[in-house]
């Protein structure tokens, strides 16, 4: 297996592991175990991003282009709107 393919892969275990945090940190109703979850995400998003910042200097992975002022605005617009 290739580096890039070994990155890739933890990269999408990392977000599904992100993902689940989520959700059990929503259904922690003990305030310790809350907080433990919640440390052990924030210590997964610092090495996801990390992990990521290394795969795109290495060209490994391409974000999509960054959105402009006029498409974000309109977006705050449509989701700030009362329903």
Do not use: C, W
């Amino acid at each position: 297996m290739q580096e890039k393919d070994m990155v890739s892969d933890i990269l999408s275990g990392v977000k599904a592991s992100l993902a689940t945090y989520a959700k059990v940190i929503t259904e922690s109703n003990d305030p310790g175990l809350r907080q433990t979850f919640q440390q052990m995400r924030d210590g997964d998003e610092k090495f996801q991003y990390d992990l990521y910042k290394i795969a795109a200097s290495k060209g490994y992975y391409h974000p999509a282009p960054q959105a402009n002022q006029l498409d974000i605005s309109g977006l705050k617009n449509i989701l700030s709107a009362p329903a």
